[in-house]
């Protein structure tokens, strides 16, 4: 807003933007090493910005939801020491997960790490994930 001279204030060049995110994820971790994880995510939005001395307000939703899969992958022993070996580093202490849904973009911080993500829209994503 201006103030001018006299103490009146002029909003005619505000913008105002207004913000009302809800986010909540339910997830059920079975014994056997897979979890299945539900998410909703939605942003309420609201501009109130002056035109032409005209008070304008637009509002928008938008909704973010998805179900992921994962499973934690284990080795096993086998009987051969090149299948053993194969097994072990492909497949022990890893994780796949597939992802059907969308995800809101932005900055994501996970185990102290955070990445820039693009919004991803209504697809399937498949991650996989190898710890040392």
Known sequence: DEINIG???NNMSSNLEEHNEQYVSFSYKNKQAWTITLFYNRDNYKKTAYVNGEKDITKKSKNWNGIDFTVNLKSKALNSKVLDLLNQSLFGN???SVFYGSQRGGLVCANGIC???PEFSEGIK???TRMF
């Open 94 to 96: 890893s994780r796949i």
């Open 7 to 9: 103490g009146n204030t």
């Open 115 to 117: 990445a820039q993500q």
């Open 126 to 128: 498949i991650g996989y």
